[in-house]
């Protein structure tokens, strides 16, 4: 990949690349990563970071359809070990969670929980972990904001792409609308929506709610976490 188009996926995804610039400056000599998610042109903003940050980072995809073999070339080109190709067989993809596994890392970063569930059959314990979910009315509400900016098509590969990170993904039924409603009726400034996430995450024993919108804060019994860096952190700090 040339400069120009470096520079194209860093301006689309601005949240991870400000959060890529931190890790960057981090020290993470001596440290493994080991990666299994979906390889595309925007993986280049999650993985660089933790290279230039000095850590040994492995990668496999998690679904061989959606690989790109440019991204998987220039991911190889700056240090990254990567064993992935477009249209892996299903043997090929096996072996490549295989070879993941078949040494210990001191991170994950997994999509679907092969990976994790992997790394656990072989004994591996990672440093830590964030075990993280959404309901479907909030990956709805991604892919309408998100195709305001972008192609239709666009954004229904990236909701997708979500809805698989963050599967199993929370039910809301009746009794989630009901607690909703009653927070909506209770605590001024949640709306309706915001309301029945809250309900939702608490009829789950979620340990907390991660959202840039600050309301969340006012509803009684849930933890809000604002996704800066310090919320991050605290987040990471939490035994898993």
Do not use: K
């Amino acid at each position: 990949m040339d400069a120009a188009e470096l520079e194209w996926v860093a301006w689309t995804t601005p949240i991870t690349t400000s959060f890529g610039a931190a890790v960057a400056a981090s020290d993470f000599r001596g440290r493994t990563v080991a990666c299994r998610q979906h390889i595309l042109g925007d993986t280049i903003s999650i993985v660089t970071p933790l290279v230039e940050a000095g850590a040994r980072v492995r990668l496999a995809p998690c679904n061989p359809d959606s690989t790109d073999d440019r991204t998987v070339a220039h991911l190889a080109s700056i240090g990254v070990e990567v064993r992935a190709h477009a249209g892996m067989s299903a043997r090929e993809l096996e072996e490549s969670l295989a070879w993941l596994v078949s040494e210990p890392a001191d991170a994950l970063c997994d999509m679907g929980g092969d990976l994790i569930a992997a790394a656990a059959a072989a004994g591996f314990r990672p440093a830590g972990a964030l075990e993280a979910t959404t309901t479907v009315e909030v990956i709805q509400e991604f892919a309408h904001v998100r195709a305001r900016r972008f192609a239709r098509a666009e954004a229904a590969a990236r909701a997708g792409d979500y809805a698989e990170i963050l599967s199993p993904l929370l039910p809301v039924g009746r009794e989630q609308l009901e607690g909703g409603l009653e927070i909506f009726a209770s605590t001024p400034g949640v709306g309706a929506f915001d309301a029945v996430l809250a309900a939702a995450a608490l009829d789950a024993d979620a340990s907390a709610v991660v959202s840039a919108d600050r309301a969340f804060g006012a509803v009684p019994d849930v933890h809000h976490v604002f996704p800066d860096d310090a919320g991050v952190d605290l987040l990471l700090s939490r035994p898993a």
